[in-house]
């Protein structure tokens, strides 16, 4: 089973509530409404269908226990039960925020930030045809922390649910208030419920995910880093889990980002311009060193 850090529980650790259908009424509609796109960008297209990511059930299915004398099924668990089939992907949305912030040297802009509805779709598709007598499930959470002022973070929240992306939202009230331990209860939780066949997960935080994640490549299942390559050392370096930086994620950006990969050079090599000015960074150690 998946590791677990010392320290708190999630405070729901059963995962996401079921979907139902929210209200009729005029509100707003995440795909046409420009203000509610978590992308940024002027229109949103829906190219998942009926397969979208909304949450699956968070009980054990009922099932038949295997026969006596008989190979247990791969997807049984140890009560004998069958477990279905799940394809999981975790969205680490104060690392990637703060990873694409690095990478780019400046703050992430509407037409800078990925996009929600290409990642739905790229991710569904990887999840093989729906049709397929054991076809997976598909769940796709964002676990994002909450300023005190959220601002324009409801308009961003409720964006998310109409993707078809379930949102843990826990408050920040401190400095290290974080949701690390929320994602790893969660990986745990569906790697028991489940049958975890495919975890794609959206951090570059190798420090809190390498141990957890290349255990269980080790018990089966296909694990899949998306982070940017320049901050994702741990999982490029790993034998066991596959790496893909967002931006090769394809329509993940509306135009490419502004930055220079090492693992993609042109041969003649290239400029790689400092991210603040030499000045202001000097200016700043010597007032550290003097403080």
Known sequence: MIGRRPGRRATAPGGPPRFSPLPTGPAADPVTDPAMD????????????????????????????????????????ADGRVRPALDLLI????????????VIGARPTAASRPRFDAIAAWFVEGAGDPTEPDASDVEACVFANIPPQ???LQRWVEALRGFGFAVFAR????????????????IAVRAHSHR??????????GRN??????????????????????????????????????????GAFTEPLDRVRLDALPPDGAWLRPTRSLRDFVSSWTARRNG
Do not use: C
């Open 150 to 152: 959220p601002g324009t």
């Open 196 to 205: 975890l066949r495919r975890l794609v997960v959206f951090s570059g935080d």
């Open 91 to 102: 969205w680490d949305a104060p690392n990637i925020d703060m990873t694409l912030s690095t």
């Open 38 to 77: 978590p992308g940024g960008a002027p229109h949103v297209t829906d190219d998942v269908g009926a397969r979208h990511t909304a949450p699956v059930s968070d009980t054990l299915a009922p099932g038949t226990p295997t026969d006596s004398g008989t190979l247990p099924d791969p997807g049984a668990g």
């Open 209 to 250: 995910f390498a141990e957890p994640l290349e255990q269980l490549v080790r018990e089966g299942t296909q694990v899949v880093v998306v982070a940017f390559s320049e901050v994702a050392g741990y999982a490029i370096s790993s034998d066991l889990l596959q790496f893909i930086d967002i931006e090769d994620v394809p």
């Open 171 to 186: 408050p920040k009230t401190q400095p290290d208030d974080d949701i690390d331990q929320d994602m790893l209860d969660h």
